[in-house]
Nanobody, 115 residues
């Protein structure tokens, strides 16, 4: 069993920054390869970023160069540093585990970017 709890969302003006956190508990073999997704109102959930077990990082083209994913294995916490935020970044942000044998999602944290 894995529990994921996101935090750090909020309201920010365009151009601002936020850092999201995802605190994980449970099987560490599940939490070494994780991703961030987001879902805007009326839209499908979309991939934002991933950090793999070997530390490789991947980003959606829409956030590349502005968002940075990282992980503190000692704290079992995943982060997403978001800079130069745009209004289209308004969404619920979710963290998830990636291994196919343990597919878990957090409850989400809301990010609202005003123009």
């Amino acid at each position: 069993q894995v529990q994921l709890v996101e935090s750090g969302g909020g309201s920010v003006q365009a151009g601002g920054s936020l850092r999201l956190s995802c605190a994980a508990s449970g099987y560490t073999s599940c939490t070494q390869d994780m991703s961030w997704y987001r879902q805007a109102p009326g839209k499908e959930r979309e991939f934002v970023s991933r950090i793999s077990k070997d530390g490789s990082t991947y980003y959606a083209d829409s956030v590349k160069g502005r968002f940075t994913i990282s992980q503190d294995n000692a704290k079992n916490t995943l982060y997403l540093q978001m800079s130069s935020l745009k209004p289209e970044g308004t969404a619920m942000y979710y963290c998830k585990t990636n291994p196919p044998w343990c597919d878990y999602w957090g409850q989400g944290t809301q990010v609202t970017v005003s123009s």
